[in-house]
């Protein structure tokens, strides 16, 4: 009897790690990212709803990259598999937390901001339309919402922080990647969300304080000369109370969802831990 070997699954075989909402690998020079919705990177390899936001996930990049190269390119995509060029460089967080020149620091967060407002010219015509009313973690009061009435829509990269930026070596440059989800939006909301991911950098290790290693002001200078627009700073604050308020509901989740023995010392530090977060965080609006 004539046995026949299984085919071969390069992309199957691979060992990944479980991230929130991915699983990674990397070989060959590839960065692996599984779409995840399940424990099993195989199931999910195969699943039609992982390819669908993997899919997603492949064109908003081709595109976003087309804009700027800045914006890493995947190399192809393998049902629910993107497939990225490994970068070997530090993430821009882990940069700004290591005891770095301050000259290291400003020109990493100029190229993002100089990247944003690039970014913020693309036709974002053929993007869905966010819905303020209903996709937000901090309903817009009257005031609030008179106010985007008025404003022009823009791309809007819901994924753009600190930790979504990785340092490629031979080319000496930033490259962005995972924006989560391409919109029709206001461009304060993307931001809003890069300063809120620099306030909380120091993370739980250090308290509940924001830090304080850039300019704001200075971050959107730089935002401004090249954007489409300047941004609303009544808008602004709002996105980043809004921004505060995402990373809370998440943290929130995240603790009840603890074992037992420790989840009620973990919600309690968490709601204080956010308390104090909103109110050094009013201190720096614009």
Not at 147 to 159: A, E, F, K
Request: net charge positive.
């Amino acid at each position: 009897m004539i046995t026949v070997a299984p085919p071969v699954d390069p992309i199957g075989d691979l060992a990944f790690r479980r991230r929130k909402e991915s699983w990674v690998a990397e070989s060959g020079g590839c960065f692996y990212k599984v779409v995840r919705r399940s424990n099993d990177p195989r199931r999910d390899l195969d699943d039609p709803a992982c390819a669908a936001i993997a899919t997603r996930e492949y064109d908003d990049l081709c595109f976003l990259h087309a804009l700027d190269p800045a914006v890493c390119r995947p190399t192809r995509i393998d049902r629910a598999c993107v497939v990225y060029p490994t970068l070997t460089g530090p993430d821009l967080r882990t940069l700004l937390l290591r005891a770095s020149t301050h000259a290291t620091h400003a020109a990493a967060l100029h190229s993002a901001m100089q990247l944003l407002a690039h970014l913020h010219h693309g036709d974002a015509g053929g993007h869905p339309l966010k819905d303020y009313r209903r996709e937000n973690f901090l309903p817009p009061g009257p005031a609030v919402l008179a106010r985007m009435q008025g404003r022009p829509r823009t791309l809007v990269i819901t994924g753009f922080e600190a930790r979504n930026f990785r340092y490629d070596k031979p080319r000496a440059t930033w490259r962005f990647f995972d924006p989560h989800h391409v919109w029709r939006g206001y461009p304060e909301e993307d931001f809003a969300r890069f300063v809120v991911s620099l306030l909380m950098l120091p993370g739980r290790r250090r308290g509940p304080r924001t830090w304080a290693g850039f300019d704001r002001f200075r971050l959107l200078g730089e935002y401004e000369a090249l954007a489409p627009a300047r941004l609303d700073r009544p808008l602004l604050n709002y996105f980043l109370d809004e921004k505060l308020a995402m990373r809370r509901f998440h943290a929130l989740r995240s603790a009840h969802r603890a074992a037992f023995a420790v989840r009620p010392i973990g919600v309690a530090y968490t709601r204080f831990y956010y308390q104090r977060m909103q109110r050094a965080l009013a201190l720096q609006h614009f």
